[in-house]
Structure formats: structure tokens, C-alpha cells
């Protein structure tokens, strides 16, 4: 590696993946489904690389795919199980193992009443925003205030969908140079967007509302050039982006935050990161979440309804 930069060699890296696992794919394809339009499940840490997703996907006899959306060891040992179901029972044709979210970690908001009458009120402002709080969340966003976004049960997965989430606007540049900054990222870790449903093929046109892999942030597309301005902070230099398309039917509140978003400035994406430090795990109780405001990490945090910010000294 000697007189190659360390960005070269990443290059050459994803290079290599993207073409052993289209090659893989083709072969298989050859061999033994030639003629035949292929809808393809992948799971595995290799599919965490949303570009080779895309590549896949764009293959000529590829009419879909599924990236499991832990694509990990956790992922992999449910497809075991529903491959001994399969065999035992089956079940091979039936609809019971489709996704209908990955929101399938632990809930803390039990531990929320307790929590916040511990917050020293002197230092935080603590305000429960009921059902203004996708619109004051949606007019943070749009004054380019980084919020730390916490409700429900957390995602299963490494993707960061609308649970415990970072949330900002996609037109500012300067505010994503300064998240990573705060998160000690680096600009090689590019930011991903929430894209709300009705929005998401005019801003990439190749999505179609069956690709059910953009649900969960699994694969790239090509964003039209006439978005790149107001999604600058969520396109990555070859005009792609990673989408997690929010369903209205799916998760509610976030999608009402984006809606809202959507109507007070014309953009319907917002940038969404994970809820944590780099290399640091995901934050998982109110406890954990309030840290990152008390670090400076974040502007404001939202706890399900509750906005905290901290007082002006």
C-alpha cells in the first residue's frame, strides 16, 4: 500500500466487492435461472455496502430485491429459523414471514416519568409538545437545529430508522460539516436520508414503491440532478443516495414530523443518523439519550413528545 493514499484504497476495495459480487450474481444467474425475472434475498455483513445493493439490483434479469435489514449474524439466524420452518412445515409460499418493520427492540418509555423529574430544570427547558410536535420539530429542523430524536421501541439492525435518530435538514452543508465534527466522524461517512413516501420518486427516479429495500436504508439510488442542491447534505459525490422511505402506515410520528417538514419548506427529506457517538453503541434509555445533549452532541432532544434544550447562560 505503499504511495497509494488510504482514499485509494478504499476505492480499489469497494471496486473489487462490487465486481466479485456482481460476477457471483451473474454466474448464478447463467447457470441456473437464465430467461427467468429473479427477485433476490441477500443477508450477510457484505450487504451493509448499499452500492453493491444497487448494482445488484440494477442487474438486467433482476426484477427485485431484499436486503435483510440486519444484515449481520442477527439477521442470518432468522433466516436459519425460517429455513427449519420452511423444511418442517412447508410454509414456503405463505406471506407470514414478511416485514412489517424492524422496530422490534426494547421500550424504555416507562422509565420516562421518572427520568424527567430528575432533570435539573434550572439548567434544561423541558416542555411535552403533544400533538404540536410534528411541527415544532419540523420548524427545529428547518432552523438548522440538530435534533436528537427518541420514541418507542428501538430498531433491530444498524440502521438508524426514525427511533434513535440525529435529524437535520438536508440543505445545509455547513450543519452536516458541523454534526460530524460533534459526532468525531469523518467526511467519508456520508449521511443518509428520511425521504417521506410521496417525495421519494421524484427525487430518485428509479424508486418504485415495491422496492421494499429503500424501507430500511439497504441500497442506493441515483438522485435527480435537480435535487442535489436542496439534498446536499445527503448525496454522496457519484449523485447517489442511501433512502429510508417513512410510511405513513409504518411510523407515524416520524412521518408526520416529515410532512410537516415537507409543507413549512418544499423538502421532503430530512437527514437521519444514528443516535450515537462514532463507535459508540446506539443510545437505548432517556438516560443514555440525554447525554448527548448535556456533550453538546445535539441542540435539542426529543423524548416522544418531551423537547429539552438547554438554557441560555
Not at 51 to 77: T, Y
Not at 84 to 97: F, R, S
Not at 239 to 249: D, H, L, N, Y
Amino acid at each position: 500500500t505503499k504511495g497509494y493514499s488510504k482514499e485509494d484504497i478504499a476505492y480499489a476495495c469497494q471496486k473489487v466487492t462490487e465486481e466479485v459480487m456482481y460476477g457471483l450474481l451473474d454466474a448464478v444467474i447463467r447457470e441456473r435461472f437464465a430467461g427467468k425475472p429473479l427477485k433476490v434475498g441477500l443477508a450477510g455483513g457484505v450487504f451493509a455496502n448499499v452500492r453493491v445493493n444497487q448494482l445488484l439490483f440494477e442487474h438486467p434479469a433482476v426484477a427485485g430485491v431484499f436486503i435483510q435489514p440486519a444484515m449481520g449474524d442477527s439477521g442470518l439466524s432468522l433466516g436459519a429459523a425460517i429455513l427449519a420452518d420452511i423444511e418442517v412445515h412447508g410454509n414456503w409460499l405463505t406471506d407470514q414471514y414478511r416485514f412489517k418493520d424492524t422496530y422490534l427492540g426494547p421500550d424504555y418509555s416507562g422509565e420516562l416519568p421518572v427520568f424527567l423529574e430528575g432533570i435539573d430544570r434550572g439548567k434544561y427547558e423541558v416542555s411535552d409538545l403533544g400533538g404540536e410536535a410534528p411541527a415544532r420539530i419540523a420548524q427545529l429542523l428547518r432552523d438548522n437545529v440538530i435534533v436528537g430524536f427518541w420514541q418507542g421501541s428501538m430498531e433491530w439492525g444498524p440502521r438508524a430508522l426514525g427511533k434513535r435518530s440525529m435529524i437535520l435538514n438536508t440543505f445545509d452543508r455547513t450543519v452536516n460539516d458541523t454534526l460530524n465534527q460533534r459526532l468525531n466522524r469523518t467526511e467519508f461517512m456520508p449521511f443518509a436520508p428520511s425521504v417521506i413516501d410521496y417525495m421519494a420518486k421524484t427525487y430518485m427516479p428509479a424508486y418504485e414503491p415495491e422496492d421494499v429495500a429503500a424501507d430500511y436504508m439497504t441500497i442506493t439510488y441515483d438522485v435527480d440532478p435537480q435535487y442535489h442542491e436542496a439534498l446536499q447534505a445527503v448525496v454522496h459525490v457519484d449523485g447517489t443516495a442511501r433512502p429510508q422511505i417513512v410510511k405513513k402506515a409504518t411510523n407515524p410520528y416520524f412521518y408526520d414530523i416529515i410532512d410537516a417538514f415537507y409543507r413549512l419548506t418544499g423538502c421532503g427529506a430530512v437527514v437521519n443518523t444514528s443516535f450515537n457517538v462514532h463507535e459508540e453503541p446506539i443510545v437505548s434509555t432517556p438516560g443514555s439519550a440525554f447525554i448527548a445533549l448535556v456533550d453538546d452532541r445535539i441542540d435539542a432532544l426529543v423524548l416522544n413528545t418531551v423537547l429539552i434544550r438547554k438554557k441560555a447562560d
